[in-house]
């Protein structure tokens, strides 16, 4: 079995013994026993206050939802809340009193979920106040394979907080190393290294159980297929919340599933297939609206590209129902359509955009970043 970080706290002792300890962490936040890091770290150490990010530490707040500073009815220490409606961020007082702040979130290696967002934050704030950051470090369940684009200058949001490739194949603690050299920042980083992880494991091959990131990532499925079908959150196409698989589902009421899904399998796309969906959601998009699509089958991990089968999900609904098909407005006047944050760039939107086009400049981006991202590779 691969152990994380947070399996590995008592061959480091040193790290923690005599500090006041903020957490960062949620509901992914578990040894391999299940034991949750708030207990293990409670009862050893001193923890003095929890910070919340998307979710809630216990993992109770659907995606985008508030959450509230409260105290934590189990632990009793204090939830701060690092999601919060005007800001993401640390805000003054939360860490009055605190020595050392520790991370330990389950990331699934994609750049819009926004676990990673959060602890780049906790970096400038780290560096801010020269106060030690350690990370738990965990394993990237999507391995080691870089796909799609770099984040533009320009788009940047919290679902894209730094210039990294749509799948990046790091894993949390590298990607700090990473922020840190990059940005140039001289604050105390410690990393509790993964023991028995290889770069090219997916996450079904650790021994590890699955415990769900947030409620929209069931299984490990879910999570594979996430870097490409969650750009269907900023389009008219349901993504499958509200349901029993979601971002497993794509479709829509104006869809005809049966001819789409024999449409997607003529493409020949790797590792992967699609059967006639018919769904209606619960929640979100249409909800209580009878929605016909896609249901993605993974039918070969390793030869899956999720990134590129996303793409063509997406230019496939846009060519076969030119009349319905669109991509949602911005949240905001003047601010950038949803989709093109989390794309992290205009050209998904832009009139005429091929998609042969975007996915050999994804190719060109992908080659960059794997090559830019050696340099932080602990393991």
């Not at 980083?189 to 023991?195: A, E, K």
């Amino acid at each position: 079995m691969v152990l994380n970080g947070i399996d590995r706290v008592g061959g480091y002792d040193n790290v923690f013994r005599g500090k006041r300890l903020g957490l960062i962490t949620s509901v992914s936040g578990v040894d391999n026993r299940l034991r949750s890091s708030i207990d293990i770290l409670s009862e050893k150490y001193t923890l003095a206050a929890l910070y919340s990010p998307e979710h809630g530490v216990r993992g109770n707040v659907a995606a985008g939802g508030v959450v509230d500073t409260y105290k934590d009815p189990y632990s009793g220490i204090m939830v701060y809340s690092l999601y919060r409606k005007d800001s993401k961020r640390f805000a003054e007082g939360m860490l009055e009193g605190i020595d050392a702040l520790v991370y330990d979130i389950q990331d699934v290696g994609t750049r819009y979920y926004t676990f990673i967002s959060t602890m780049y934050y906790a970096c400038q704030e780290c560096e801010e106040r020269q106060m030690e950051l350690i990370i738990l470090d965990r394993l990237n369940p999507l391995g080691d394979r870089v796909e799609g684009n770099l984040l533009q200058e320009g788009y940047g949001s919290f679902v894209g907080a730094y210039p990294l490739c749509m799948r990046y194949g790091l894993t949390v603690g590298e990607l700090a190393g990473m922020i840190c050299d990059e940005q140039g920042y001289s604050f105390p980083l410690t990393v509790i290294p993964i023991q028995g992880w290889r770069r090219d494991m997916l996450f079904p091959e650790t021994g590890n159980l699955w415990v769900m990131p947030s409620l929209g990532l069931p299984r490990f499925e879910s999570a594979l297929l996430y870097p490409g079908t969650c750009l269907f959150e900023g389009t008219n196409l349901s993504e499958g919340r509200g349901t029993s698989a979601p971002f497993e589902l794509i479709g829509a009421p104006y869809v005809d599933g049966y001819r789409f899904s024999g449409y997607m399998n003529g493409k020949g796309l790797p590792g992967v297939l699609f059967s006639p969906a018919y769904f209606t959601p619960s929640t979100s998009k249409y909800a209580g609206e009878a929605c016909e699509g896609v249901h993605i089958h993974i039918s070969d991990m390793r030869g899956f590209e999720p990134v590129r089968t996303g793409m063509e999900l997406l230019f496939g609904f846009r060519e076969l129902y030119p009349e319905h098909f669109a991509f949602l407005p911005p949240l905001r006047e003047g601010g950038r359509r949803s989709v093109e944050l989390l794309f992290g760039g205009g050209g998904i939107t832009k009139e005429g955009a091929a998609l042969d086009s975007l996915l050999e400049e994804f190719a060109a981006d992908s080659r960059e970043f794997a090559a830019r991202k050696e340099k932080y590779h602990l393991y």
